[in-house]
């Protein structure tokens, strides 16, 4: 057996252990670490139920000519609406760490405000809403609705959401 060393234990300084504490630093400064909360799914139940019952309301939207496609006839859907999302809301809000699907919620509820406030106005006008007026303000609300669901679904599978 030699004398040989197979380890060398050297004692950091006061120098090195500030090099290494400055490179640790800034080699964590780039790295922004965001918690997330379990997946959780009453939120992606609720987000496809809000988005399916959007979809039909636009489908059906599409399809009807003055006056059945005034305002007044689709109260009840814009009420439902609202506190579908209302209730999604309150339970995002509840849940630790879930910051970004609360802020998505956000979105979805103002997007569902302007979606509303176009009805209205087609209805103000005496009109429906036409294809080109439903189609891109579905394609937003169907946006947020993916993005919220893109981000519970990684969160089911333990994934950095992109």
Known sequence: MGRGRDFE???MGPA???????ALSLALA???VTFLSKYDVGTDTMTSALQRNAAIHAEALGEQVAPACFYSNYRDFYTQQHADVGSLELRVGAIPQNQPTIAQVAELK???NIFESLHKSATASG???SAAELQPAMSG???IFGAILKLEIAKQRGEKPA
């Open 127 to 129: 009109r429906c809403q």
């Open 110 to 112: 103002h997007a569902l």
């Open 9 to 11: 234990v050297v004692a």
């Open 30 to 32: 780039g790295c922004a």
């Open 16 to 22: 090195r252990r500030l090099i290494v504490s400055i």
């Open 141 to 143: 609300l169907n946006v």
